[in-house]
């Protein structure tokens, strides 16, 4: 596949209701939006598309203004754009993505932070964020040039002799492996995650009355009983102990009473010391241990930054899987991160297909498990990440949340596919997903 032009476009999408990141609030996201125009050796021409949220909260915490955040990840992007478009790139979307994530979104990122103070330099994942858009396309173009899924050309027809040992260490254990070696058969139903915020009111003597009336549930009970949700990942503080301790009790009380049978922790990166995450799981087994049977798993409790906070997590993972998160960045953070002691990856479309397939054959190879997380993701961008889930084979379904934020943002993609952009009966539907690339199935145009 050789790229011959690439469109960059940003589409506003704002919250119905407010989403916090830690100590940041987003009520409002541009989507990067992205086509690349690319042609076969024989002149065969095609369009792949995607949309990555540029949800500066998450990738760019920081005391920086929200604005100028926002428009140096719009500037980046269109160097990326500008990088990837010239001299007719020519390969297999993950050697493309590869070689630019290896060879040169370092510098370009240590070039956009050129005369700037440590506390003002972007950091690796919202550089990531913004390449993601762009390498997705790169899989959906290379799909419908060849007329096969995005996910049907990981095999060694495709890759032919870039097997896993020319991008993963130690090579020896993957010579002669491709990525769809680590693949499973999909499902066509995923159970599906809700998201409960540390702003989302959980009781109504929480409502102030300036919540929204646009049809759709504010209450956590009315969201359940709706989408008959069976999920609920759990946002916590991190800073904040009792009332993490609290909240935990409270929602794990409601999941009981409403017959829901997963739950999981997010502790928002705020966490430095073990002991903190320890303590509440010790109590919550004590003291409801009914709750504590129900959590699946608990999510990046400390900082972004693995390599300067290299905390021994050995003892948390003892009590309940750990996933990293925002800390996996790329394969080799994984490796580090199994050697601190945690157990599994939560995996993003949004820090690269390329590179969340790459940490998947890693973590896989080394008996890690898996999740895939949602960066809240509406319109086209939903439809790569459930597609990863399913591929991925997950140990419970995957996160989606847009519907709970942003739903209107994705009522025209609703039309087409009615299951994969509303919650039914506790589980998305990918069943409407047809044809080459992505399947969008037509959506790409809206």
């Not at 858009?133 to 419908?144: H, V």
């Not at 003892?318 to 490796?335: Q, Y």
């Amino acid at each position: 596949m050789k790229i011959t032009r690439i469109e960059l476009s940003f589409v506003p999408v704002v919250t119905r209701v407010p989403l916090k990141f830690g100590n940041q609030t987003l009520t409002e996201v541009n989507c990067a939006r992205v086509a690349v125009h690319a042609a076969d050796s024989d002149g065969k021409k095609g369009i792949g598309w995607a949309e990555t949220p540029l949800s500066v909260a998450w990738v760019w915490p920081s005391e920086l203004g929200y604005l100028e955040r926002e428009e140096r990840l719009q500037a980046f992007c269109e160097v990326l754009r500008g990088d990837l478009e010239e001299g007719g790139i020519v390969g297999h979307p993950m050697v493309i993505g590869h070689d630019y994530i290896e060879n040169r979104l370092h510098d370009r990122l240590a070039e956009e932070g050129e005369g700037r103070g440590e506390e003002e330099k972007m950091p690796h994942l919202a550089a990531l964020v913004c390449l993601s858009a762009f390498d997705l396309a790169l899989y959906d173009a290379f799909g419908k040039l060849h007329g096969v899924g995005a996910f049907e050309c990981l095999s060694k027809e495709w890759l032919g002799g870039n097997d896993l040992s020319h991008f993963l260490e130690p090579a020896e254990s993957f010579v002669g492996k491709y990525p769809a070696d680590y693949l499973v058969v999909p499902e066509m139903t995923l159970l599906v995650w809700h998201l409960v915020g540390g702003l989302d009111p959980i009781d109504e003597s929480e409502l102030t009355g300036a919540e929204p009336d646009d049809g759709y549930p504010v209450l956590l009970r009315d969201w359940i009983r709706r989408d008959g949700l069976d999920c609920l990942k759990i946002k916590l503080r991190g800073n904040d102990l009792e009332w993490d301790y609290e909240r935990l009790v409270a929602i794990g009380k409601i999941s009981l009473e409403e017959g829901v049978t997963n739950l999981t922790t997010d502790f928002n990166c705020m966490v430095t010391d073990p002991a903190y995450v320890n303590e509440i799981l010790d109590r919550l087994k004590e003291g409801h241990s009914t709750i504590w049977d129900r959590i699946v798993y608990v999510e990046q409790p400390f900082p972004y930054d693995l390599e300067a906070n290299q905390i021994d997590v050995h003892s948390v993972s003892e009590r309940k899987p750990l996933f990293m998160d925002e800390s996996a960045h790329d394969w080799r953070f994984v490796r580090l991160g199994r050697e601190l002691g945690w157990t599994s990856v939560a995996l993003k479309t949004c820090k690269t297909m390329t590179g969340a397939l790459l940490s998947l054959c890693w973590a896989k190879e080394h008996g890690m498990t898996l999740m895939v997380q949602d960066l809240t993701n509406p319109r086209l961008a939903q439809v790569p990440h459930v597609l990863l889930a399913a591929y991925a084979g997950t140990i419970c379904g995957v996160e989606s949340n847009a519907m709970q934020f942003y739903p209107e943002a994705s009522k025209e993609f609703l039309k087409v596919h009615p299951g994969l952009y509303r919650r039914r009966d506790g589980v998305l539907d990918l069943s409407t997903l047809s044809g080459a690339g992505f399947g969008y199935a037509g959506v790409e145009r809206i």
